[in-house]
């Protein structure tokens, strides 16, 4: 299971507001069973296996384009560790724990 | 104000866990009253003046030195909008109210 | 065509090296003619089919855990332009040319 | 010594070509005989003391705001060894050698 962070970016729209364009985003990974998301205020974080993972952002990365746009900036960050089970929450629990 | 996304990644450590280091981190920003900050699965989130903002990051990213590592990754990402106030808060409301 | 940038960090092994990571990657990247790359100080820049690069990436992501890794952190930067023909050299001349 | 990457999108511009603000920040670059500097395909890259290339980095930052840009995703990645001197020349040599 790895965690990954997405933020897609919509370029040359003549608009700042990028809100409708994460909000579909977003619902294109609600309708994946396999994968857990979590809206940030600077993107979207999945959990799940890796490969279904790359699937979703790809489909999510075609968004913008779908809407109209003709410039996407993508930017994707992996955290995959495997000598131990991990997870969104756990994660957030560890830290905390250490506060 | 911006709002700004941190991950700090410790390098050489000998140990795959990070979660001391991110707690450490956080704790400075929990000493800094005019900025406010959210801890996610991949990092820090922080709202609030730019420059103030680049002065607790420039301290966070040297939290891992002080325990010991000899190399850090850091990676900071920046969103400043100046056509209307925003916040944390009000990103992910802008969000949900379209999904 | 889209270019995209990927930086892959071992994580907790012992070691504040990577250049050893970075060239098996690398090698992977050399072999995958459909795709031109880049080395630079802070990654490599592929320039070639979003999904062949996606692949290439899910590929290089695996060396170091190939090398005994336990925990990994990948970073991709994706810059997908459809209004026109782009590509790794025409970017670097047209920043040039305003110089 | 740190090595540093940035990369500054201007949002809601209205153009999909970002080019005259990417060459814009490499002049403000230039000027700085402290930082040496690298152009590649996916943003600057910047090798000098941190605190001063995270002065020249705000001063990048603000680059499309001046030209009149309302939105700025900036996009930093910090590289900072300390057990040994490093360079974005060393780095890539280092890798060269082994591949």
């Known amino acids: 299971m790895a965690i990954v962070e ?6 040359g729209t003549g608009s700042t507001s990028v809100s409708k364009y994460v909000a579909d985003c977003h619902k ?3 309708e994946q069973k396999d994968i857990k ?3 940030t ?3 979207s974080v ?3 296996d890796l490969d279904l993972i ?3 952002i790809r489909k999510m990365h075609e ?3 779908a809407s109209g746009a003709m410039r996407v900036s993508t930017t994707i960050r992996i955290d995959d560790r495997r000598d131990k089970d991990t997870s969104m929450e756990q994660k957030l ?5 250490k506060m």
């Open 37 to 39: 998301s979590m809206l």
């Open 6 to 11: 997405v933020a897609i970016i919509p370029m």
């Open 28 to 30: 294109i990974l609600e």
């Open 46 to 48: 999945l959990e799940g």
């Open 63 to 65: 968004v913008p384009f």
């Open 54 to 56: 790359f699937q979703e």
């Open 41 to 43: 205020p600077m993107g």
């Open 93 to 97: 629990k560890s830290v905390r724990k």
